[in-house]
Each structure stands twice: as C-alpha cells, then as structure tokens.
Nanobody, 120 residues
C-alpha cells in the first residue's frame, strides 16, 4: 500500500506550487489524510490534515498560504501552496490513517515524499 506524491520543484519566494498525492481507494475512502514536511536537520512537521467530511486544519505557519483539498473522483489529495517562503523548503509527504490521533502522531500510511525548494 503506497501513497504517491508529485509536484515538488524549485520555485522562487512568493511563488505558488501544487502538490498531488494519489491514494489507493480503500485508504482514500476510509482514512483521514494529512501533509507533513521535513527540512534538513529538523524534525518532521505536521502541515495540515483533512477529514472524511472535508474539514481541514493547518499548522499556524502555513495558515492563509496553504490549502488542502481532495478530489473524490480521482482519489487524490492536494496541497496548494501560495506565497512560498524559503523556510517552506522541505521534503513534503502525504500520509493517512484510520484514526485522527494517529494521523497527527504517527500515520500508518506514507508516501515517498516530494522535494520543494524555495529560493530567496
């Protein structure tokens, strides 16, 4: 079982980027989903999550700049990132879990990650 991210590239500060994550059907239909990121030398950080009803939550540092959404027909999770900053540079991962608490603390399902680099 694997989630597959795509869309990570190098962009300039102030730019926008959309990451995608294709999710196996059984996971998509039954799990909470989230985006995490990890910068070099730093701990993994929860970016935001979306529940089965489409309700979203974000970490403070990305509120107003990042948007999580999902496409039920394509079983795809998205992370729209606007007004990017150099400190957003990280490997971005999508993740999923049947339990919301586990989703934030340590999801069962992970993608392989996609690199986002923001230059100043």
């Amino acid at each position: 079982v694997q989630l597959v991210e795509s869309g990570g590239v190098s962009v300039e500060a102030g730019g926008s980027l959309r990451l995608s994550c294709t999710v196996p059907t059984l996971i998509y239909n039954n799990c909470y989903m989230a985006w995490f990121r990890q910068a070099p030398g730093k701990e993994r950080e929860w970016v935001g999550s979306i529940d089965l009803d489409g309700n979203v939550a974000y970490t403070d540092s990305v509120k107003g700049r990042f948007t999580i959404s999902k496409d039920n027909a394509k079983h795809t999770l998205y992370l729209q990132m606007d007004m990017l900053k150099p400190e957003d540079t990280a490997m971005y991962y999508c993740a999923a879990d049947h339990n919301f608490r586990h989703l934030v603390a340590g999801p069962e399902y992970w993608g392989q990650g996609t690199q986002v680099t923001v230059s100043s």
